[in-house]
């Protein structure tokens, strides 16, 4: 008897633009038709408009969303966790902010042990 074989797992992880992620997350879509494990990191504000859009999927999708943690602060609200509608004056704060968050993704990688990372 052949044993099974486990599948590949990849966590992908776009620039937290919305241009960046719906491309990633389309490309997320197919390869979990095609036997990979998908697990989709982004910030909380983006993955409620992934699962929105996952929520009319075809069942046979398989895509865990992965929350990457941001700092807070009040020079960033959550709100602004994407380029989507973020003030160009935000930008910076927003890049400081996914550099600060460095450990919490360290900390994905370690727990969900990927065998890639896009």
Known sequence: MEAKQANLSILMFPWIGHGHVFPYLELAKNLSTHNFDI???STALNLSSISDVLAHTSSSVSIQLVELHLPSSSELPPCHHTTKNAPPH???KLREALQMSNS???DIITSLNPDMLI
Do not use: A, D, I, T
């Open 104 to 106: 919490s993704f360290s």
């Open 39 to 41: 697990f989709f990191c």
């Open 90 to 92: 935000l930008l910076p």
